[in-house]
């Protein structure tokens, strides 16, 4: 009888690298869900919340409401009510009918910008996915796309940003296949509507047009200018044609009130902060443009990256801020996905060579990029990350990653973001959503229009939004406002009650109310110290 | 076509352009300081950036862009 000793079996060592890799993908794509399902919590939190998260949310909703009523948006800022938006119509237009439907409220807006957002990450894993044909590094990037703060903080508001973004994104993607052989041509079409869409969305989408035409300068430099000069009438002509309805206010309001000083430092710090915040996908993405203009043709994409990085410095302009990265996060969402695939399908390819040492070498690259790149994005999701400290989803991951409960440098201690200090990101909380009310008690209790740095207290109350204010201080301090007619209003107490966030009106203007008003409460809100003023009896 | 060599030599052009502009705002006395500030050290970086950038470009020869 032959007597066996027990032994293991060998682990198979192919297995084990296998076992690792998936082990791997599946934490940081969890750790990648687990910011996308904060900024789920983030945005049902806002859909709930009535007041303004950001200042300029009640605003773009009052633009909807005028154009809803047939009324202009660029008017006169010396005249009662003061007001004119700084921003193109497209937006606050498509809104209009929803506004019209619902009523004057801020959800329609921020289910809008949540809806943008979901479109953006479709369409970067569409691009992803059709150029590589492959999933996981379609999915990462897009993933990475919702776990960025500046997404997550302004993707959920009522502002008009992400839709530009959206509309830029597109005209960007349709450009890409101009070299369609049968439907080239209307995707140039379909291209240039989406551009133009962006441009009338915001301003700042000159990126967008300047990479498609650009790119098409590339490949078909006769169709790029014939096209491009087109394209130029037609958005001279609608820019001519909103002057000439509004009076001149179109470009007073848009582009005049805009230009705003430039404070370099700021510029400088958004960017090291940007570069901080989402390192991974910056150097994939410049790795993906260098081997586009160095080894490859040069795509729509990288130089929508490049010039997307460049723009980033108008972050620097008084008002401006993280969002104007938004764009760039997007183009180095795309890179580094492209790059990605791209690196794996060339890998593959050399893995099924003949000659047994580049196999051997390429058989390595692509264990090497099964550990790596799961590995990276787990990195980039704990460079990104933010969450609610008090919510019930999200507290037990607060405490397994140990992160204080208290802490100096944070706007609201319920809240936790790598950005550091933000104003933005924190869920409110129905303390918040009473407060608010408050407020509007106030503004429907005292006779007389209100004067109110956030238009919802005013909207609430059944009553016009009555000044701009940071509308006015630009424009003031380009010079081109006259403050007579509203001091005077001040000095007759024409309003009933005055409501401060954080002062931002020219200063002959504080300083009649000053004069005329004197604060009676003060009701913190959402993180911030709203003053209530009411009229100083008559001697 | 647009060569490399073309996008290569544009980029060159384009580089020069962005240093030289950069100097030439404190000869011309724009802006609210005087001196070499730290936004006109980065515009420069990026010049240079840019210059070197074409100028890598240019030995690619007539492939396409």
């Known amino acids: 009888m032959t007597a066996y000793a027990p032994h293991r079996r060998p682990a198979n060592p192919d297995l084990l690298l296998r076992w690792l890799q998936r082990s791997l993908l599946v934490l940081a794509i969890a750790a990648l869900l687990f910011l996308f399902l904060v900024y789920l919590l983030y945005t049902a939190a806002l859909l709930r919340f009535p007041f303004d998260y950001d200042q300029g949310e009640g605003f773009e909703l009052w633009d909807a409401v005028l154009f809803s009523r047939g009324m202009w948006i660029y008017r006169d800022n010396a005249s009662y009510p003061f007001y004119a938006s700084n921003y193109p119509p497209l937006f606050p237009l498509l809104l209009a009918p929803w506004v019209r439907l619902f009523g004057p409220r801020l959800w329609i807006g921020r289910l809008w910008s949540f809806g943008t957002t979901l479109v953006i990450g479709g369409t970067l894993f569409w691009i992803i996915y059709r150029e590589t044909r492959d999933r996981v590094a379609a999915l990462l990037p897009t993933l990475a796309f919702f776990a960025s703060n500046y997404v997550y903080h302004i993707g959920p508001l009522f502002r008009l940003h992400t839709t530009m973004v959206m509309f830029g994104l597109l005209g960007v993607a349709t450009m890409a296949r101009v070299e369609d052989p049968h439907r080239g041509r209307r995707y140039l079409w379909l291209s240039l509507l989406f551009l133009l869409l962006a441009g009338y969305t915001k301003q700042l989408a000159f990126d967008a047009v300047l990479a498609a035409f650009l790119f098409l300068f590339l490949r078909r430099p006769r169709q790029a ?64 443009t260098l081997y586009t203009f160095y080894l490859d043709r040069i795509t729509v994409y990288s130089l929508y990256f490049l010039i997307a990085v460049g723009k980033g410095a108008l972050s620097g302009k008084w008002g401006a801020g993280p969002a104007y990265f938004t764009t760039a996060i997007v183009a180095a969402c795309i890179g580094a996905g492209l790059g990605l695939g791209i690196l794996r399908r060339w890998l593959r390819r050399q893995a099924e060579a003949t000659d047994g040492r580049r196999r051997s070498l390429a058989q390595t690259g692509l264990v090497l990029w099964g550990l790596l790149v799961p590995l990276l994005f787990l990195y980039q999701a704990r460079l990104n990350l933010h969450l609610p400290l008090t919510h019930p989803l999200t507290r037990p991951v607060a405490r397994l990653l140990r992160i204080p409960e208290q802490a100096p440098n944070r706007f609201r201690q319920d809240y ?71 001091i005077a209003m001040i000095n007759r107490r024409a309003f009933g009650v005055v409501i401060f966030r954080a002062q931002f009106y020219p200063p002959p203007v504080l300083e009649a109310i000053g004069q005329n008003y004197d604060v009676v409460e003060h009701v913190p809100m959402n993180g911030f110290l709203y003053a209530i003023l009411r009229p100083k009896p008559n001697p | 076509m647009v060569t490399k060599r073309m996008a290569g030599i544009a980029l060159v052009g384009l580089g020069l352009l962005i240093v030289v502009a950069t100097i030439a705002v404190d000869l011309a006395g724009v802006g609210k300081w005087r001196g070499f500030g730290p936004s006109q050290r980065a515009a420069v970086a990026v010049g240079l950036a840019v210059l070197l950038a074409g100028a890598a470009m240019i030995p690619l020869g007539d492939r396409p862009a």
């Open chain 1, 225 to 288: 200018i014939l096209y491009g000069i087109g394209f130029a009438l037609v958005v001279g002509a609608i820019f001519l044609g909103l002057n000439v309805a509004t009076d001149g206010q179109w470009f007073l309001n848009t582009i005049r009130a805009n230009a705003n000083p430039f404070q370099p430092g700021q510029a400088l710090g958004i960017y090291r902060q940007w570069f901080g915040l989402h390192r991974v996908i910056i150097l994939l993405a410049l790795a993906y």
């Open chain 1, 416 to 486: 936790y973001d790598t950005v550091g200090y933000t104003q933005l990101g924190h869920l409110p909380t129905a303390e918040d959503i009473r407060a608010g009310w408050h407020i509007v008690d106030w503004v429907t209790n005292t006779p007389g229009p209100a004067w109110s740095e956030e238009a919802m207290f005013e909207i609430w109350a059944g009553k016009e939004v009555v000044t701009n204010p940071t509308q006015l201080y630009n424009l003031y301090n380009a010079g081109l406002l006259q403050t007579d007619e509203m």
